[in-house]
């Protein structure tokens, strides 16, 4: 049974930090990608970031390169999001699932909420 569990997330002031953590099972971790997604209301969810199995290459979209890093811990099945400069955009659920910039599993977990805000 797939199962991601995100955790991490809170209220932050803009240009603040957060770090998220995602322990995913139920897969082969070590043999997947995996990827960070994140959701606001009334919107699809949209990619974030996406690592290699291996950790070797990782992918960002724009609004967050700079700012966030990507890595893994294949010893724990845990992905991380390091998340800095944080802006009042950046609010949202955030998800992770394995895959490179495509989601491979239907299931999602219940996700963490970042809220950045004054």
């Known amino acids: 049974q797939v199962q991601f569990v995100e955790s991490g997330g809170g209220l932050v002031q803009p240009g603040g930090s957060l770090i998220l953590s995602c322990v995913a099972s139920g897969f082969r971790f070590n043999n997947n990608p995996m990827s960070w997604y994140r959701q606001t209301v009334g919107k699809e969810r949209e990619l974030v970031a996406s690592i290699m199995s291996t950790g070797s290459s990782m992918y960002y979209i724009d609004s967050v390169k700079g700012r966030f890093t990507i890595s893994r811990d294949n010893g724990k099945n845990t992905v991380y999001l390091q998340m800095n400069s944080l802006k009042p955009e950046d609010t949202a659920v955030y998800y992770c699932?394995?895959?490179?910039?495509?989601?491979?599993?239907?299931?999602w977990g219940q996700g963490t909420q970042v809220t950045v805000s004054s």
């Open positions: 699932n394995a895959g490179y910039t495509k989601p491979i599993w239907a299931y």
